[in-house]
Structure formats: structure tokens, C-alpha cells
């Protein structure tokens, strides 16, 4: 299998970024220095289809989860053993989609979880989203995923949203081809694992922002129920784009979780 492209900095245990629908590796950009001045060796991916990654075909899910399991195991180090053997994995939108694929199929590949706007079940407003997004795209003008990034970027942040994050938001997405941001939304719109929760046994952490419509308190709180020993937290003003609109909360967040022995129950 052809690998996707990614990059990486640091070095140290290894955390891996997986953007959303909107997204790519640049959308963690902020994490990714961040992450490798806190003595993490973090990369980040283009998922197939996106940037310099081939497209993978049936484009769904599995595929992309797939892709995500030969990375890692490229990533690892030779020889590794324990903890040095896996990854924590860090997800947003279908980027937490692809995590939770991804842990249910190589557990073995994952020690800790983070799963951020996302869901285990799309429910009717993923697919309503997409809908909607899918209506207006038109898969053979690059011009106009332009116009739909305005429009989607505008309903997705919160009052509270950087600005700066807000603006990397934009100029992600609108480099999407819109052929696969066709694919990654129908993909998105189709995924259900809410049954399979309960075999996540890695600890977990699930962020949703206060204004996130698309992942709201019960979203993550149902899931956060169903995976042993996992909790979630909310972050004030913001929305759906929680590392972008909110990254010195969120990077604390999620490294302070990254920091804590695996030994230990979370609550």
C-alpha cells in the first residue's frame, strides 16, 4: 500500500493527527510544534485523496482506516515493544472517525485516544450536513469550494474562535479537491460504530466545543458511557473547530491526558 503523505516533528512517544473533511496536515500545524517542543515526536496526515496522498478506492471509513494502520506501522521504530509499539491517535470530525476504525481494528497500535468534534453514529445532523454541502458542490469547479468554504467555516466556529485559527480553517478547506471532499462527506455521513464503543479499551478523551451543533454534550457524553474509563470536556465559545478556534485550551488539554501514566483509571 502506497503511504500517505505526512509530516512530522520532534521526537519522542508518537502522536498522530488526523484531520476532518475540511482539513489536512496543515490543519494541525500549531499542534504539530507544539506537540514537538513538549517532547512528542507529532505528525500529521493528508488522508488519501487529500494533498499529496493517493485516493483510495472504496473511499469509506475502513479504507481510510487501512491507509492510517500501514502509517503507523511505518512510523513505529523497529524493534520497538510496550507502549513504544503504538501511537496515540488524535481525531477530528472524520479524522475521530477513522481513530475509532482504526482502534477497533489494531488495537494493539493504539495507547491513547482523543476524539474531538466527532461522533460514533451520524446521526440526522451529519447527514443533513452533507446534504446540504453535497447540493451545492458542484465536483467539477475548483472555484466554487471557495464559496462553500465561506459558507461552512461561517456556521461551524464559535464566538470565542482565533481568528488566526479561524483563517487556516478557511484556506484548508478551500485546497480540497472537491472531488474527494464529495467522497470524505458521504463517507462521513454513513459511518456508524456506536455498537462497537464498549470494545474500546484504551483511555480516551473526548472534546467538543460549547457551540459544536454537529458533536453536542450528548453526543460526546453517550459516547464517552459506552468506552470504559473514558470522560469528555467541553470547551467554552467555541465550536466545532476545537483545535483551530481554541489551540492553547485544547493543546493543554490534550497533553496534560498524553502526560498521565497508562497505569492510571480515568474518571
Request: one cysteine or more; aromatic letters at 6%.
Amino acid at each position: 500500500m502506497l503511504l500517505p503523505h505526512f509530516t512530522a516533528l520532534g521526537a519522542g512517544p508518537i502522536v498522530l493527527f488526523l484531520h476532518g473533511v475540511g482539513g489536512s496536515y496543515r490543519s494541525f500545524a500549531p499542534q504539530v510544534e507544539h506537540f514537538a517542543i513538549a517532547g512528542f515526536r507529532a505528525v500529521a496526515w493528508d488522508m488519501p485523496g487529500y494533498g499529496n496522498s493517493t485516493p483510495v478506492e472504496p473511499y469509506g471509513v475502513r479504507s481510510l482506516a487501512q491507509s492510517c494502520v500501514a502509517l503507523i506501522e511505518a512510523l513505529l521504530p523497529e524493534g520497538a515493544t510496550g507502549a513504544a509499539r503504538s501511537v496515540a491517535l488524535v481525531g477530528h470530525g472524520l479524522g475521530g472517525m477513522v481513530a475509532q476504525e482504526v482502534v477497533m481494528r489494531r488495537p494493539d497500535l493504539v495507547n491513547r485516544l482523543v476524539l474531538s468534534g466527532t461522533t460514533s453514529q451520524a446521526d440526522a445532523v451529519w447527514r443533513d450536513d452533507a446534504e446540504a454541502q453535497l447540493q451545492q458542490l458542484d465536483s467539477a469547479a475548483q472555484g466554487h469550494m471557495a464559496r462553500l468554504t465561506e459558507a461552512v467555516v461561517a456556521t461551524q466556529i464559535g464566538p470565542l474562535a482565533l481568528p488566526e485559527g479561524v483563517q487556516l480553517a478557511r484556506h484548508c478547506m478551500a485546497q480540497v479537491s472537491p472531488v474527494t471532499y464529495r467522497l470524505a462527506l458521504q463517507a462521513q455521513a454513513s459511518f456508524d460504530r456506536e455498537a462497537a464503543l464498549a470494545h474500546i479499551h484504551v483511555p480516551t478523551l473526548l472534546l467538543t466545543g460549547e457551540h459544536d451543533r454537529k458533536s453536542p454534550i450528548a453526543t460526546v457524553a453517550r459516547m464517552a458511557a459506552q468506552i470504559a474509563g473514558s470522560r469528555w470536556v467541553q470547551l467554552p465559545g467555541i465550536g466545532h473547530l476545537q483545535h483551530l478556534e481554541a489551540p492553547d485550551a485544547f493543546d493543554a488539554l490534550v497533553l496534560d491526558f498524553l502526560r498521565e501514566p497508562l497505569t492510571r483509571r480515568l474518571h
